[in-house]
């Protein structure tokens, strides 16, 4: 690679110091700055190498994992299909295991409401019917003694 003072020496008086004189440039302008940057350039040849190389193996990495990826998901998607018939059961007989603790809980209820009722009712017909007794009866008994 160019040292600065290489880079400097092209610009030197052609001639003695003295009088002012024309700065000194190579007349193949273009072939100095390439031997000035064959060595840039070499240095980013063996960079770009291994820029490539990197790529590759990166590459060929991410279709590894992606083939990976796929073979996962279906096992995973085969799993499931495997479990999804007894998963179906087992949330069928959940529901109906539910749905009758529901049922049995409401039987029980409506059957307390239903005694809760008949006991009311009972309450309030048993004075009524006697009462509707005494005055057929006492409805009879008048009748028969104005006959």
């Known amino acids: ?39 840039v350039f070499a240095a980013l040849r063996a960079t770009e190498s291994r820029t490539s190389d ?11 994992r992606k083939a990976s990826a796929i073979l996962e998901a279906q096992r995973i998607l085969h799993d499931a299909l495997q479990a999804q018939p007894a998963a ?17 809980e409401l039987r029980i209820s409506a059957d307390e409401e239903v005694e809760r009722v008949n006991s009311e009712a009972r309450k309030k017909i ?17 009748n ?3 006959q």
């Open 126 to 142: 048993t004075p009524v019917v006697d009462e509707l007794v005494h005055r057929v009866l006492s409805s009879g008994t008048s």
């Open 88 to 104: 179906r059961a087992a949330a069928a007989t959940a529901a109906r295991s539910e749905a009758e603790a529901t049922g049995s």
């Open 54 to 64: 990197i790529v590759l193996r990166a590459t060929e990495e991410g279709e590894r």
């Open 1 to 39: 690679m160019a040292r600065p003072s290489d880079l400097l020496r092209r610009f030197r008086l052609m001639a003695v110091p003295g009088k002012a004189g024309l700065a000194g440039v190579p007349l193949d302008h273009a072939a100095v700055l390439r031997e000035e940057l064959a060595p």
């Open 144 to 146: 028969r003694a104005s």
